[in-house]
């Protein structure tokens, strides 16, 4: 599976849009783009994921440039609860077989009354 | 539809001796994956088990080992522990023919070593 490159952290206003980046420059063809987060104390938890394609569902929006080298997650309004660490993870679809996901380490979303 | 649950919440265990960590997967779901995060890191990936095999397994030594029982449920056993997997451990469960977005994590058993 690709590498993937965040920035140890970031802050956001309650409210605002928090845009986070992700580098994938490796990434193969075949390679779908997940995000996933973990709130303190809690297991990760599936936000999205794409291909090739832009993104959205009732969590957030991922913007995949169209080189696929890079992503951004997009979180329209930032509330408190989205206070997070947010990784971005690149692997392949193969159904019925070991696809263990590689985390990194992530980045700190720290969402600002 | 219940989620991951994972016992115990917190273990305290001293060095060289054995544990043992429970996971009761997720409704219709059929593969187990075990993952361990140390403090300040992201989760490893131990192993998984599909249909009570393991069929896969990360970059741990074989004093990990797991079981995965027909209701799908599984357990992670660690031998002659050390100070080092003192960690987050948790558990996620999938339906093996969905891609990755369908992984859904326990909250975890903290293990502390002493």
């Known amino acids: 599976d690709a590498k993937t490159t965040q920035p140890p952290s970031m802050d956001c206003a309650e409210g605002r849009a928090a845009n986070l980046p992700c580098n994938h420059s490796t990434i193969s063809g075949n390679e779908y783009v997940y995000w996933y987060r973990q709130i303190h104390s809690q297991g990760p938890q599936y936000i999205i994921h794409g291909l090739k394609n832009n993104e959205t569902n009732e969590m957030a929006s991922l913007i995949i440039t169209e080189d696929r080298k890079s992503s951004t997650l997009i979180l329209p309004h930032a509330t408190l609860r989205d206070t997070a660490v947010y990784y971005c993870?690149?692997?392949?679809?193969?159904?019925?077989?070991?696809?263990?996901?590689?985390f990194g380490s992530g980045t700190q979303l720290t969402v600002l009354p | 539809e219940t989620g991951v649950t994972q016992s115990p919440t917190h273990l305290i265990k001293t060095r060289g001796q054995q544990v043992t960590l429970r996971c009761s997967s997720q409704?219709?779901?059929?593969?187990v994956s075990w993952y361990q995060q140390a403090l300040g890191q992201g989760p490893q990936f131990i192993f998984q088990y599909y249909r009570e095999e393991e069929n896969g397994r990360g970059n741990f030594p074989p004093r990990f080992s797991g079981l995965q029982f027909p209701n799908y449920s599984s357990e992670l056993n660690v031998n002659a522990l050390e100070l080092d997997d003192s960690a987050l451990y948790l558990c996620?469960?999938?339906?093996?023919?969905?891609?990755?977005?369908?992984?859904?994590f326990g909250s975890g058993t903290r293990l502390t070593v002493v």
């Open positions: 409704s219709g779901h059929n593969t």
């Open positions: 993870i690149v692997r392949a679809h193969l159904s019925g077989s070991a696809r263990q996901l590689t």
């Open positions: 996620a469960s999938s339906s093996g023919t969905q891609p990755g977005y369908g992984y859904t």
